[in-house]
């Protein structure tokens, strides 16, 4: 039976720093995606080969179109960072571990120069992460499934309607 082992406040992850190797594995996966070097190919496979990522407009990316899309959706930010809320660790049976994450995304728009954001968007994202010790990988650790949920339309008066993300069809990078 599935138990929950951990739950962490945003000041306390902050303070005291990953409590967990999912929550280390999180927090590195949280830097990654916010460095401006994020076309960089030394990025390590977060995702699993039969990883889904399902967004909050009903596409779904598996595998290896996750990290392209990822790409091409943050490209489109002049900065971004992450304020984490509250982070829910489950244990499951299986080995692997749900996190239940709340975080605040802070997103400057393209040519916001200042310390302030242009928008701060409340999300969740669900996570399933298990074992993989795959080479390269964090902490012998992958995503293998993951539900991403926040209010895009707090991002509208910033991006086109055509912007990644908005989008609900699958746009993904094919090179």
């Known amino acids: 039976m599935s138990r929950l082992t951990s739950v962490v406040t945003g000041t306390e992850a902050n303070t005291l720093g990953p409590q967990t190797p999912a929550q280390s594995f999180y927090r590195q996966y949280a830097i990654e995606i916010t460095a401006e070097g994020l076309n960089n190919s030394d990025v390590p496979p977060f995702y699993a080969d039969h990883a889904v990522f399902h967004n ?10 996750i990290w392209p899309w990822i790409k091409q959706l943050f490209a489109q930010f002049g900065k971004l960072s992450h304020e984490f809320v509250k982070v829910r660790e489950i244990q499951n049976d299986d080995g692997s571990v749900d996190l239940v994450c709340q975080i ?5 728009a393209p040519g916001n120069e200042s ?3 242009s928008v701060s968007v409340p999300l969740s994202m ?12 964090v902490g012998g650790l992958q ?3 993951v539900w991403l949920y926040w209010d895009t ?9 055509d912007s990644v993300v908005f989008s609900s069809k699958k746009v993904f990078d094919q090179d």
Not at 126 to 137: F, L
Not at 153 to 161: D, G, K, V
């Open 56 to 65: 909050q407009n009903g596409v779904d990316y598996r595998g290896d179109q």
């Open 126 to 137: 669900v996570c399933n992460i298990g074992p993989n010790n795959a080479p390269g990988t």
């Open 104 to 108: 605040t995304r802070h997103i400057w």
């Open 153 to 161: 339309y707090l991002l509208q008066p910033y991006f086109p309607a």
């Open 115 to 117: 310390d302030k954001p």
């Open 143 to 145: 995503f293998n499934e």
